[in-house]
């Protein structure tokens, strides 16, 4: 057992999830701040042989921390160094706003699984664009994305209006937006899934990014007709990419106490048991796009082997995010080193 693990079992398991992710919180941003970014770079800074050119970006390596761990945009530069190449902040909504009420964050370690309820908890698109533009003009940093949602007090009736504030915040400062319409914790939100509403809060949110690339994030409760609709949609409209998936509402196959489950309640699953669904989405939406189309695929991935079958199906990039939770700081690391092995060339 490995010193994290320890710790997890031990600690982390018995300390209330969120109270856990906001002392991880802490550590990762106290990297910078001891000057210790160089140091632990040095032995996370993934190959040059992984370096991927997509969206008219240079990523370092196809792997990244997913939106929804560095809500505010606070921790950058510390999962960069760690080893992930680009970070997903967010997701941030044009007003700030405190989220559902606690507990809100449940884990389910016997599927290393997690169910959030969240609720976009963040400090706002102003708050988090000056955070991204004071990151953003350093010359070493990892590719940063802005994930922009609905603000809860908004109906889904003006949503296009709200997106489009948040995506003018963010489009000047951001590498890429992610149009988050798939999040289960704020009511409304995935009916924004439903072609003839998507269509144009997309055009909304082009309008206001400018030549700043647009991504779409889709939910995996999608039937496959659905998320073939989707990505037809995304390359007519001229988004530059899909992000394949969200958090599920679904709790079928489940090895945790189905008590615990119901306790738990409503909320996104994530982690392990998304794996296959998300896989599955990945290859509707390859075969549905032109072989050039970005995509990035997340949820589910755990292991360097679950990166490389990502990658394999036709991912150009990939995420993760529960698998920190049970990995611990050196998760990162951990994949890059496992997918530089893969495409070393056999001696």
């Known amino acids: 057992m490995g010193a994290y693990d320890l710790l997890f079992r031990t600690v982390l398991t018995r300390m209330d999830p969120e109270r856990a992710h906001h002392l991880a919180a802490s550590v990762i941003r106290a990297i910078p701040r001891l000057g210790l970014t160089r140091l632990v770079r040095a032995a996370t800074r993934p190959s040059d042989a992984l370096a991927v050119d997509?969206?008219?970006?240079?990523?370092?390596?196809?792997?990244?921390?997913a939106a929804?761990?560095?809500?505010?945009?606070?921790?950058?530069?510390?999962?960069?160094?760690?080893?992930?190449g680009h970070v997903e902040v967010g997701t941030v909504t044009a007003i700030p706003q405190d989220g559902n009420p606690k507990p809100r964050l449940f884990r389910l370690v016997a599927d290393r699984a997690v169910i959030n309820r969240m609720g976009f908890n963040n400090a706002g698109a102003a708050a988090a664009a000056e955070r991204v533009a004071r990151e953003a003009v350093r010359r070493d940093r990892p590719i940063i994305?802005?994930?922009?949602?609905?603000?809860?007090?908004?109906?889904?009736?003006?949503?296009?209006?709200?997106?489009?504030?948040?995506?003018?915040?963010?489009?000047?400062?951001?590498?890429?937006?992610?149009?988050?319409?798939?999040?289960?914790?704020?009511?409304?939100?995935?009916?924004?899934?439903?072609?003839?509403?998507?269509?144009?809060?997309?055009?909304?949110?082009?309008?206001?990014?400018?030549?700043?690339?647009?991504?779409?994030k889709i939910a995996p409760d999608l039937d496959d007709e659905a998320v073939e609709g989707v990505a037809r949609l995304a390359?007519?409209?001229?988004?530059?990419?899909?992000?394949?998936?969200?958090?599920?509402?679904?709790?079928?196959?489940?090895?945790s106490d189905p008590a615990l489950v119901e306790a738990a309640g409503?909320?996104?699953?994530?982690g392990?048991?998304?794996?296959?669904?998300?896989?599955e989405v990945l290859r509707v939406i390859r075969a549905a796009v032109p072989a050039d189309y970005c995509v990035i695929s997340v949820g589910g991935i755990d292991t360097a082997d679950d990166a490389r079958e990502r990658l394999a199906a036709g991912a150009t990039l990939i995420q993760g995010y529960t698998g920190f939770l049970y990995r611990g700081p050196g998760w990162a690391r951990q994949i890059?080193?496992?997918?530089?092995?893969?495409?070393?060339?056999?001696?």
Do not use: C
């Open 54 to 65: 997509a969206l008219g970006l240079h990523f370092e390596s196809p792997w990244g921390m």
């Open 68 to 84: 929804g761990f560095d809500k505010d945009a606070t921790l950058i530069r510390g999962l960069w160094a760690l080893g992930f």
């Open 145 to 216: 994305g802005a994930n922009i949602g609905k603000s809860r007090v908004v109906d889904v009736d003006d949503a296009i209006d709200d997106y489009r504030a948040s995506a003018r915040l963010m489009a000047p400062v951001a590498d890429y937006l992610a149009v988050n319409v798939s999040s289960p914790n704020t009511p409304g939100l995935r009916g924004l899934q439903d072609d003839i509403l998507l269509g144009p809060l997309l055009d909304a949110v082009l309008e206001e990014a400018g030549s700043t690339p647009v991504l779409v």
């Open 235 to 255: 390359v007519a409209k001229g988004l530059a990419g899909i992000i394949a998936t969200n958090t599920t509402i679904r709790r079928d196959g489940l090895a």
């Open 266 to 270: 409503a909320g996104g699953l994530s």
């Open 272 to 279: 392990a048991p998304v794996r296959a669904r998300s896989l």
């Open 336 to 347: 890059v080193r496992g997918l530089a092995r893969a495409s070393a060339p056999s001696r």
